[in-house]
Nanobody, 123 residues
Framework: QAQLVESGGGLVQAGGSLRVSCAGS????????MAWFRQAPGKEREFVAA????????LYADSVKGRFTISRDDAKNMVYLQMNNLKPEDTGVYLC????????????????WGQGTQVTVSS
């Protein structure tokens, strides 16, 4: 059974930067798309970014394009999300997810999930 563990969340001022990380176990990284979602209190889970295996192909939500960068190191079973120019609306629990299907922004397509790491952006 694959396990995903996020780390690196915290409190940052608007305009600042933060990098969250996801460590995976099991043989999922090389054959799966990896993604980040986020969920704010009272809101639905929202797609942030995804990366397809080691191809370099990525997908981003419009709200984070140009500010966030997803990257993965399959040799280390790690996926990262570098977040720059953070805004208060980026606040939420950031969750790492993996899917064996095509690169997608739909949460229902992802079979494996971490517990999440809290990111809070103050204004």
């Amino acid at each position: 059974q694959a396990q995903l563990v996020e780390s690196g969340g915290g409190l940052v001022q608007a305009g600042g930067s933060l990098r969250v990380s996801c460590a995976g176990s099991g043989r999922i990284f090389s054959s799966h798309a990896m993604a980040w979602f986020r969920q704010a209190p009272g809101k639905e889970r929202e797609f942030v970014a995804a990366a397809w295996r080691s191809s370099g192909i990525t997908l981003y939500a419009d709200s984070v394009k140009g500010r966030f960068t997803i990257s993965r190191d399959d040799a280390k079973n790690m996926v990262y999300l570098q977040m720059n120019n953070l805004k208060p609306e980026d606040t939420g629990v950031y969750l790492c997810a993996a899917t064996g299907s095509a690169l997608t922004g739909w949460a229902a397509d992802y079979a494996y999930w971490g517990q999440g790491t809290q990111v809070t952006v103050s204004s």
